[in-house]
């Protein structure tokens, strides 16, 4: 718990202002069975949940939650079943009440709303997508993705337009007449995220909604997703219990162990950094090469020539520090390319006199980069093309720093790369 609080303070003290917070869950139980509140008091509270139950037959289901989701985010909820997932999900629309805490969202604390007022706030709020897609099988596929639409009571004219441009972004344009048995499980669940979208929510909550679907059909639609969420920009709670899902997708993920919060961070945290056994055992098999970044292993250049400098400079530099070659960059530090030795001194043979000011475009050969997002896997073919480390560029091509060969296998070994054998 410890972790996940100082996680969270991290985050509020490094962002002053809160206001890009959508979500705010603090102090969240749900126990289930009798007199629940009892369970909150000294004689229960910090006794296990296995313990909590034989003695009094109460299941905790949600142990003091605390998160900050931001307006944007792909956060995901992670853990085995059982673990509090759907508890907590279903909370935040409040489908379940919870037993204490607060849940606020976009400024409104949800736990203190009215029957009314927390009906109207579900349909204008949220859009939820559970694993069994809920499609009404005698109604089109029309009238499933407008449904919600029709129960907040719009215009029909409206309802189906909406209707229809989702339908459009989840890519079943032409289906709209067809019926939900028409259709493959991949389809039904495009519609049902269509259903989601219709109503143009703040904020989607999904339930494990690819869990249902084979294998590569699930990979197909996590790769769609994101596609959609790179236009859409919405606020996404998601649940699973597949890390390569989570690692995939998400923004954040907050890992939950018998109703607790165990962990929370980006899923290179998750990987390189798993807070205790538990994480440690769900993430054992996750390569690093795809959720470590150039940015976290990159390092300052050991040597950097500076274009000004002229060939001569440059030359006695690499010389004295024994390299073949070094980046050249310009005064606002813009990679130019690599400068080589052999280079430099073809250029230079016969030009003793040469006491030129830059070193010349025609000595300097440019260079692939990466940005600090790249993810290691993406640099392996990089690795073996070329003998020298490989740079990172901001958008606007400055060098920010270099990837070295030995940092990549390093991050990629599963002891770390302690050990040299
Ligand atoms: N209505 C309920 N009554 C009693 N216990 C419940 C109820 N719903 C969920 N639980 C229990 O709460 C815990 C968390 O369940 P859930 O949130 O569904 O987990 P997950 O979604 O991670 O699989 C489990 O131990 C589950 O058995
Ligand atoms: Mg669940």
């Given at each position: ?29 749900k126990v289930y069975g009798r007199d629940p509140k009892r369970i909150?008091?000294?004689k229960y509270?910090?006794l296990h949940k296995d313990d909590i139950q034989e003695k009094t037959g109460n299941i905790v289901a ?37 037993t ?322």
């Amino acid at each position: 718990m410890s972790d996940v609080q100082k996680n969270e303070e991290g985050a509020a003290s490094a962002a002053p202002s809160s206001s890009d917070t959508i979500i705010e869950v603090k102090d969240l139980w749900k126990v289930y069975g009798r007199d629940p509140k009892r369970i909150l008091t000294d004689k229960y509270r910090k006794l296990h949940k296995d313990d909590i139950q034989e003695k009094t037959g109460n299941i905790v289901a949600m142990r003091e939650v605390n998160l900050k989701i931001k307006k944007g985010e792909f956060y995901i909820i992670m853990g085995l079943s059982g673990s509090g997932k759907s508890t907590l999900v279903r909370n935040l629309i409040r489908l379940v009440n919870p037993t204490a805490g607060k849940i606020t969202v976009k400024g409104r604390d949800v736990t203190k709303m009215k029957e009314d007022e927390l009906l109207d706030f579900r349909k204008t709020t949220y859009g939820m997508v559970f694993q069994h897609y809920g499609l009404m099988p005698h109604m089109t596929i029309l009238d499933n993705a407008a449904y919600g639409l029709k129960v907040r009571g719009l215009p029909k004219g409206e309802q189906l337009a909406k209707a229809m441009k989702a339908l459009e972004t989840v890519g079943l344009k032409g289906w709209e007449d067809y019926y939900p048995g028409n259709l493959s499980g991949g389809m039904q669940q495009r519609v049902g995220l269509a259903r989601a979208l219709a109503n143009d929510p703040d904020i989607l909550l999904m339930d494990e909604p690819f869990s249902g679907l084979d294998p590569l059909i699930r990979r197909q639609m996590q790769d769609e997703f994101v596609d959609l969420q790179d236009k859409l920009k919405k606020t996404i709670v998601f649940v699973t219990h597949d890390l390569h899902e989570a690692l995939k997708l998400g923004d954040k993920i907050a890992i939950m162990r018998n109703g607790e919060v165990v962990q929370i961070g980006t899923p290179e945290e998750i990987v390189t950094q798993p807070a205790n056994d538990y994480v440690r055992e769900f993430v054992q098999d996750a390569s690093p090469a795809k959720v470590v970044t150039a940015g976290t292993i990159m390092r300052e250049p050991e040597v950097l020539l500076y274009a000004w400098e002229g060939p001569k400079t440059a030359l006695t530099i690499l010389q004295r520090e024994k390299r073949r070659g070094a980046f050249v960059v310009d005064k606002g530090h813009k990679l130019l390319g690599l400068a080589n030795v052999d280079r430099l001194e073809k250029y230079l043979k016969g030009r003793i006199d040469v006491d030129e000011s830059k070193i010349s475009s025609s000595v300097v050969r440019p260079i692939p980069s990466v940005t600090e997002e790249t993810i290691i896997e993406e640099l392996f073919s990089m690795v073996s093309a070329n003998p020298y480390p490989i740079p990172v560029t901001s958008e606007d091509n400055k060098l920010l720093g270099v990837v070295k060969t030995d940092d990549i296998f390093e991050t990629i070994s599963p002891d770390g790369g302690e050990d040299d054998v």
